[in-house]
């Protein structure tokens, strides 16, 4: 039987790279203050003795696991997930951070994955695409685990949260539609119980009804085939909605084709639509989506910095911050005079 080969230590690359322990750690830690020329001395030294830094050693040591627990929904269903899951990884592991995802299904509760996460003694948790409690939110305060939600929030809760000023986005969309001498609009929600649907739907209703317009409802779940089928309640109705904004992009690309395909209605000479996110599938020439723009890049750079600041600092403040998007105008939508396909619509400039 082939005795196994004992593993090399720290100790031993430093001595035969002739430099410190502790600049052996540093060589392997990304940001770390260390020379190139020390790196490449105790890099060649680790190849020599074939060494490999033991992560879980160090974190004993340490007491920190320079890990990351991401907890997402709906990746499978909304394109603006993955995407986003992509870069907010990069993000994390540019500043040394491992990440571990955690995926909630929708017959799932946040509140019963969250305890599995605590076992990985995860530095820190980045929420998104589900619903904290705040019961689970004081939970994680208590065990010194800073919680950051990205592009939802719960008041009241000990946490912090980054996200897209969605009741602004409505009111953008709300205001176009108007503009455009749209008579009957119509929202298509998403899930009943996430702030982002909820907020997209209050802002866009209420300018609405300030206006004397009280618009129709029907739930998509932000799903195309969802969205597809209640389209066609909606199409159906005794008062045929002119104009449909929908909850996400996912939803409005559903309602294009009910639209075009279950009622052979044109868009946007019948039916305007009008979505939320702007995944890369809405500047597809065949949906060719007008759609509000989230600012994905600083909600993300936000949400890293903020949730790595109270890893490093407890007492750091909690911060809670939206960040308004842009509607992005393209041909899905009639458009007010004036205004031309292409143009991307600031809050600032909506309002003037």
């Known amino acids: 039987m082939t005795e196994q080969r004992k593993k090399a230590t720290s100790m031993q690359v430093a001595r035969l790279a002739g430099v410190s322990q502790s600049a052996v750690s540093r060589a392997f830690t990304p940001g770390?203050?260390?020379?190139e020329k020390m790196r490449r001395r105790v890099l060649e030294a680790a190849r020599k003795l074939s060494y490999q830094p033991n992560a879980i050693a160090r974190s004993l040591i340490t007491r920190r696991s320079n890990m990351i627990g991401i907890v997402i929904a709906n990746i499978t269903t909304n394109p603006f997930y993955p995407?986003?899951?992509?870069?907010?990884?990069?993000?994390?592991?540019?500043?040394g951070q491992r990440v571990m995802l955690f995926a909630v299904t929708r017959d799932q509760n946040l509140d019963d994955i969250l305890p599995q996460l605590f076992e990985y003694q995860v530095d820190g948790i980045l929420i998104t695409a589900a619903t904290l409690s705040s019961e689970m939110a004081q939970e994680c305060e208590r065990l010194g685990t800073p919680v950051t939600l990205f592009n939802r929030y719960v008041l009241g809760t000990s946490a912090s949260w980054v996200c897209c000023d969605n009741e602004e986005g409505?009111?953008?969309?709300?205001?176009?539609?108007?503009?455009?001498?749209h008579e009957r609009p119509a929202f298509l929600t998403g899930s009943e119980d996430t702030s982002t649907s909820v907020d997209r739907e209050r802002g866009f209703t209420?300018?609405?009804?300030?206006?004397?317009?009280?618009?129709?409802r029907e739930v998509g779940h932000y799903t195309y085939r969802w969205a597809y089928e209640a389209t066609l309640r909606l199409l159906d109705?005794?008062?045929?909605?002119?104009?449909?904004?929908?909850?996400?992009?996912?939803?409005?690309?559903?309602?294009?084709?009910?639209?075009?395909?279950?009622?052979?209605?044109?868009?946007p000479e019948d039916v305007s639509v009008i979505g939320f996110d702007d995944i890369s599938m809405a500047a597809?020439?065949?949906?060719?989506?007008?759609?509000?723009?989230?600012?994905?890049?600083?909600?993300?750079?936000?949400?890293?910095?903020?949730?790595?600041?109270?890893?490093?600092?407890?007492?750091?403040?909690?911060?809670?911050?939206?960040?308004?998007?842009?509607?992005?105008?393209r041909g899905s939508a009639r458009l007010p005079k004036g205004v031309s396909s292409g143009w991307v619509i600031t809050k600032e400039q909506d309002h003037e």
Do not use: K
């Not at 770390?32 to 020379?35: D, I, L």
């Not at 409505?170 to 001498?181: C, K, P, S, T």
């Not at 209420?206 to 129709?216: A, C, F, S, T």
């Not at 020439?285 to 109270?310: A, C, G």
């Open 32 to 35: 770390a203050s260390v020379s």
């Open 206 to 216: 209420d300018y609405l009804q300030e206006h004397g317009v009280i618009p129709l």
């Open 170 to 181: 409505g009111r953008m969309v709300a205001r176009l539609f108007l503009d455009a001498g």
């Open 284 to 329: 597809w020439p065949s949906y060719n989506l007008t759609t509000i723009r989230q600012p994905v890049v600083p909600m993300m750079d936000e949400s890293v910095e903020v949730l790595l600041r109270r890893v490093e600092d407890p007492e750091a403040p909690f911060v809670n911050r939206l960040i308004p998007g842009d509607l992005v105008v």
């Open 83 to 95: 995407d986003v899951l992509d870069a907010l990884s990069r993000r994390f592991q540019e500043r």
């Open 237 to 267: 109705c005794p008062e045929r909605p002119d104009a449909i904004f929908c909850a996400n992009d996912i939803m409005a690309i559903g309602a294009l084709e009910a639209i075009r395909s279950g009622r052979g209605l044109r868009v």
